[in-house]
T-cell receptor
Framework: GENVEQHPSTLSVQEGDSAVIKCTYSDSASNYFPWYKQELGKRPQLIIDIRSNVGEKKDQRIAVTLNKTAKHFSLHITETQPEDSAVYFCAAGTGTASKLTFGTGTRLQVTL | NAGVTQTPKFRVLKTGQSMTLLCAQDMNHEYMYWYRQDPGMGLRLIHYSVGEGTTAKGEVPDGYNVSRLKKQNFLLGLESAAPSQTSVYFC???????????FGQGTRLTVV
């Protein structure tokens, strides 16, 4: 089955700096790559996603890049703010059922 | 729209007891999922359903059973609870194709 690895497990940045989280996947059939943000005690919520026919997608301060050949994708957050502090999960989906395999999460801490 | 609703939110079970977690969605989604979330392990898929009357095993199905008798409901059962099943359980649903998975608020289950 699919295996998704995510790094780093924790990341601390100063407010205004950029943060980058990287994920690799193993199944070349995976074609959907969402990123979820989970605040403490809350449910995961989608922040951005990318499909395998696209190399990069941007939404304001958030961007995701995908390298299908190398089987890795990354989340980039620019101009970080304290409210960006949360746990971020990458995931890979195969087929039409959005059956997602998640990474183990990155705890992002944005300090003042 | 309530989205995805899980009941109960918290539960404490004794080893060997049984219980059922209920997930309800009002978005007319075809696909529904049950995940468990444990510290440092991300979200792992237990079982999923691609339509009313159908279910399939995910990554960690042992010790759990599911049923999808109605399109809007997906039930997760524990027949004989074990301490290893102490976790936070999330239900999710999504539409056809690789689209956003919406999560419920989670159920914190403790087995003593």
């Amino acid at each position: 089955g699919e295996n998704v690895e995510q790094h780093p497990s924790t990341l601390s940045v100063q407010e205004g700096d950029s943060a980058v989280i990287k994920c690799t996947y193993s199944d070349s059939a995976s074609n959907y790559f969402p990123w979820y943000k989970q605040e403490l005690g809350k449910r995961p919520q989608l922040i951005i996603d990318i499909r395998s026919n696209v190399g990069e997608k941007k939404d304001q301060r958030i961007a995701v890049t995908l390298n299908k050949t190398a089987k890795h994708f990354s989340l980039h957050i620019t101009e970080t703010q304290p409210e960006d502090s949360a746990v971020y999960f990458c995931a890979a989906g195969t087929g039409t059922a959005s059956k997602l395999t998640f990474g183990t999460g990155t705890r992002l801490q944005v300090t003042l | 729209n309530a989205g995805v609703t899980q009941t109960p939110k918290f539960r404490v079970l004794k080893t060997g007891q049984s219980m059922t977690l209920l997930c309800a969605q009002d978005m007319n989604h075809e696909y529904m999922y049950w995940y468990r979330q444990d510290p440092g392990m991300g979200l792992r898929l237990i079982h999923y359903s691609v339509g009313e009357g159908t279910t399939a095993k995910g990554e960690v199905p042992d010790g759990y059973n599911v049923s999808r008798l109605k399109k809007q409901n997906f039930l997760l059962g524990l027949e004989s609870a074990a301490p290893s099943q102490t976790s936070v359980y999330f239900c999710a649903s999504s539409g056809r194709g690789n689209t956003e998975a919406f999560f419920g608020q989670g159920t914190r289950l403790t087995v003593v």
